[in-house]
């Protein structure tokens, strides 16, 4: 997809995908992934979410990706944090205390810009790209964390009901993706009637999943 899409989105404030709380599936499910504090957390396609702030505030660093400047200095404003700002490769670093956000478009970061990471989140990341791109940003992650395992969070309905982002991404996919790696489902939930906002664009079902994946 066009990086403008995005950027635009962020600048218009049309974020309906932005949660105004921590996400369920990570307070439930993250203690699953066994990773003890300071461990490095990488959160693809990270936005402003609060999920960064939940993280660290358990004692994590954590390390976010974004595309949009808007949504990298929401980020840190809602945190009350000042971040330093500097060049990093191809990306921009922002830095205050255990949390960083690489400024960016996903697909030019580097694994040593990144450095190492010991476990991923990915709430909004998958979901947020075309079948046809799913393969390209799977395989990326996996060369930036391959021994990391990672809590996974997607949505599964009727692509033909609705036009993404966010895309439909079924079980078997997930699956298919992670070939090699152990994927179990956590969560498997209805969540149509919370959210009336995808109701009002035609869809008849909505399923919230969430997977526990080890390399």
Same mark, same amino acid.
């Given at each position: 997809?066009?990086?403008?899409?995005?950027?635009?989105?962020?600048?218009?404030?049309?974020?309906?995908?932005?949660?105004? =709380?921590?996400? #369920?599936?990570?307070? %439930?499910?993250? $203690? %699953?992934?066994?990773? $003890?504090? #300071?461990?490095?957390?990488?959160?693809? +396609?990270?936005?402003?979410?609060?999920?960064?702030?939940?993280?660290?505030?358990?004692?994590?660093?954590?390390?976010?990706?974004?595309?949009?400047?808007?949504?990298?200095?929401?980020?840190?404003?809602?945190?009350?944090? =000042?971040?330093?700002?500097?060049?990093?490769?191809?990306?921009?670093?922002?830095?205050?205390?255990?949390?960083?956000?690489?400024?960016?478009?996903?697909?030019?970061?580097?694994?040593?810009?990144?450095?190492?990471?010991?476990?991923?989140?990915?709430?909004?990341?998958?979901?947020?790209?075309?079948?046809?791109?799913?393969?390209?940003?799977?395989?990326?992650? %996996? /060369?930036? $964390?391959?021994?990391?395992?990672?809590?996974?969070?997607?949505?599964?309905?009727?692509?033909?009901?609705? =036009?993404? #982002?966010?895309?439909?991404?079924?079980?078997?996919?997930? /699956?298919?993706?992670?070939?090699?790696?152990?994927?179990?489902?956590?969560?498997?939930?209805?969540?149509?009637?919370?959210?009336?906002?995808?109701?009002?664009?035609?869809?008849?079902?909505?399923? =919230?999943?969430?997977? +526990?994946?080890?390399?």
């Amino acid at each position: 997809m066009d990086p403008k899409f995005w950027i635009a989105r962020w600048e218009q404030g049309q974020t309906g995908w932005h949660l105004p =709380e921590v996400n #369920p599936q990570l307070r %439930r499910w993250w $203690a %699953r992934l066994g990773l $003890a504090a #300071p461990g490095r957390v990488f959160v693809p +396609l990270c936005g402003a979410s609060l999920d960064l702030g939940w993280l660290a505030g358990r004692g994590h660093e954590v390390v976010g990706c974004e595309l949009a400047p808007t949504a990298v200095a929401r980020c840190f404003a809602e945190a009350g944090l =000042e971040p330093a700002v500097a060049a990093a490769g191809a990306l921009r670093r922002w830095r205050a205390g255990r949390l960083e956000i690489l400024e960016g478009d996903f697909f030019r970061l580097d694994p040593e810009t990144l450095g190492a990471v010991e476990a991923v989140y990915d709430r909004a990341a998958l979901v947020a790209f075309p079948p046809a791109m799913r393969a390209h940003y799977v395989a990326h992650l %996996r /060369r930036l $964390a391959p021994r990391a395992p990672q809590l996974l969070v997607t949505l599964d309905y009727p692509q033909e009901e609705m =036009e993404g #982002p966010p895309f439909a991404v079924p079980e078997a996919e997930v /699956r298919a993706r992670y070939a090699g790696c152990t994927v179990e489902r956590l969560a498997d939930e209805d969540v149509l009637e919370a959210q009336p906002r995808f109701r009002a664009r035609g869809l008849t079902r909505l399923r =919230e999943q969430a997977f +526990l994946i080890r390399p």
